[in-house]
């Protein structure tokens, strides 16, 4: 199918024909967006949306075409021989729809642009739109899934732009004008109008100067317009940073009528291939990528995970959301993005600090480092740009701080695991109980008080009893809460001795209090100004 033969499309967002709902294919977005390589890069992503056999994963052939060549490092004559058949996303002639839902391809390219930095590309491709088969909610979901999770949408149109065109953006635009109620930041990047089987050279020619000279015609708003028709054009220049229009020729009468074309490139109009070099270059050369930001921030492959994860549970009710709901989904998405990233910090340093390959470590000092690194990472969420307003951040920064404080105890846990003494902390005292009593017993034997003899023999049997008990628990596995009962007495008993019980970083921000297992579960508070 192309060069990495392991590679192929993969349907991330499924619809149901039968109920007309959505669902997401997690595990295979996990699979392509958290590989190691690709993780903690910029991404951009690339989708193609419109209406039902017009092409759009021909095109997206192409662009996959390029970066393969791209990645072998020339892209001199990326077009190949001319009797190659065209590969990657499943395309088809004919008239019935062939892509459901939304797919990704599974290779994700890395390529680095003049700056230096390296950038994530992926390439979405989408259920074509007003099929006989899919509802208008179908169309408007996929549609606004596309555009609200991509740096750059190609609205894939043919001959015109037509007023119609124009609406169906209104769909997803309405989120946009919502969005500026509460940023000033564009909620989308890139849209571009590509305009298949261009008519009309002699008036705006084929390439991108001709498509942006009548772009601006079609969008120019007008004092005789319609006030409906007027709010459309403006809907779309308040959402989008950036909108192009591209204007292609005809690919060729055996491209539309020979049923068993292939895409082979000798069957293709030359005025075509030399467009679509213009075109491919214009959306993929190193120096034109667009990354994917949002809230001004930009985001990562696992940072797109999350964003498609809150999209899509908003969309899987029974009516299309209110925008704002679209926006309350992308502000807690950019927030748990963000707390997933200090936490990601928090992490790594404590790994560093008493991980599994690290000596056992003073329970002092190491509350002494989470205080540090808990305030570090703190900060790093509250300096990261997140959109909902103050308030949703606080509660996410909330529970940022109580997350971390039971990694805290984790770490503790761990960190007292790796001490020899405390292993036998309560054989120790059960041991120490045993003898103690034993000598007393016999103390106050020879003295004659058998009463108390008695009472001490069996404080005697049933410390040995418990001993036993212990130790079969801990061979066993079974019966794990009596033991930590157990254990819990017995560092009771043994009060100063040895190293002492560590306490969480919660309880020195109260008294001192020290933490142990019967002590209650609190809320976390926030840290100090």
Known sequence: MSSCPLAQSQQIIHVSKDDHSFSLNIKALENILLSPSVRDLNVMVLSVAGAFRKGKSFLLDFLLRYLYKQKMGNTANWLGRDDKPLTGFSWRGGSDPDTNGIQMWTEVFVVQKPSGSRVAVLLLDTQGAFDSQSTVKDCATIFALSTMTSSVQVYNITNNIQEDDLQHLQLFTEYGRLAMDETSIKPFQTLLFLVRDWSFPYEFPYGLEGGSNFLQRRLQVKAHQHEELQLVRKHIHSCFRKIQCFVMPHPGLKVATNPTFDGKLKDIEDDFKLHLQELVG??????????????????????????????VKIFQGDDLPHPRSILEATAEANNRAAMSAAKDYYQQVMEALC????????????????????????????????????????????????????????????????????????????????????MVSGFVGLLGLSFLTTIFNFVTGMSMLILMTWS???????????????????????????????????DTQRGNRPFGPSSPRRPASPPPP
């Open 355 to 438: 991980g599994g390959d690290k000596a056992y470590l003073n329970p002092s000092k190491l509350r002494e480092r989470h205080m540090v690194y808990r305030e570090t990472a703190l900060e790093k969420f509250r300096t990261t740009k997140k959109m909902g307003g103050s308030l949703l951040a606080q509660r996410y920064e909330l529970q940022l701080q109580t997350e971390i404080d039971e990694m805290l105890e984790s770490y503790i846990k761990f960190n007292r695991s790796k001490n020899f003494f405390s292993l036998i902390r309560t054989p120790a005292a059960m041991l120490m109980i045993i003898l103690v009593t034993h």
């Open 282 to 311: 214009l959306l993929l050369r190193p120096e034109n990528l667009v990354e994917k930001e949002i809230g001004g921030s930009k985001v990562s492959c696992k940072n797109l995970l999350e964003y498609f994860k809150a999209y």
């Open 472 to 506: 079969y628990i801990k061979y066993s596995g079974q019966a794990p809460m009596l033991g930590e009962v157990i254990d819990s007495v017995s560092e009771a008993l043994l009060g100063g001795v040895g190293p002492r019980t560590p306490r969480t970083f919660r």
